[in-house]
């Protein structure tokens, strides 16, 4: 039992390795959104691997659909196969449940999941502009009055709640499908996230 236990923390610990791992850079060119509420590093301009400035703060999901998160956008939200029985399925429930998404602009997790996740909810005919779109660093950080209470440690993370109750998360990728995972958390059934004990 207590090998198990220990191989379990190994694996735990090789996974958080491998999840959309850090690489700052420091650019002299800010990032600029004024559709969000954006927040600058104060010391460093970040920008990711290609060049992109990395966003911190509440965001509107316009932004994402802009130069030049568009590219990856636009790719990830086309390729992503629709499950429609299961969208049609839970469409009322999702319609009255608060979810907020924590991405990172500069991770491929979100990158990939975040547009599957819109294109998912546009076929619900769900009003994205309710969801609460909150973007970190490549630290997982961000102003501390959107992170407070929510233990994140991965990204992307979606949090669905229901008059302050939380449902579950999906986090980092899915389980099942976008779709499927969203109607395991939204009809109580059981759903363990990759990184639940």
């Known amino acids: 039992m207590k090998f198990n236990k220990i191989l379990t923390a190994l694996l735990i610990v090789s996974l958080a390795f491998t999840a959309c791992k850090e690489n700052t850079k420091t650019t002299e060119t800010p990032a600029q959104n004024t559709e969000s509420e954006t927040i600058e590093d104060t010391e460093n301009d970040l920008i990711d691997d290609n060049g992109d400035p990395i966003i911190i703060g509440k965001q509107v999901r316009a932004t994402l659909e802009k130069e030049p998160y568009k590219k990856w956008f636009d790719v ?3 390729e992503h196969p629709l499950d429609t029985v299961t969208m049609t ?3 009322e429930t999702l319609a ?3 979810i907020t998404v924590f991405m990172g602009t500069w991770c491929e997790d979100s990158q990939r999941e975040v547009p599957a996740f819109f294109k998912a909810l ?3 005919g769900i009003d994205t502009s309710n969801i609460h779109l909150i973007t970190v660093s490549e630290d997982k950080l961000a102003p501390e009055e959107f992170l407070e209470g ?3 440690e991965y990204v992307p993370t979606i949090i669905f709640e229901k008059e302050g109750k939380e ?3 999906i986090v980092e990728y899915s389980i099942f499908s976008i779709e499927q995972d969203m109607a395991k958390i939204l009809n109580g059934e059981e759903y363990k996230h ?4």
Not at 194 to 197: G, K, R, S, V
């Open 167 to 169: 449902l579950g998360r």
């Open 194 to 197: 990759p990184y639940a004990e």
């Open 96 to 98: 009255d449940t608060d």
């Open 76 to 78: 990830s939200y086309k």
């Open 122 to 124: 546009d076929l619900a």
């Open 89 to 91: 399925s839970i469409k």
């Open 150 to 152: 929510r233990d994140v």
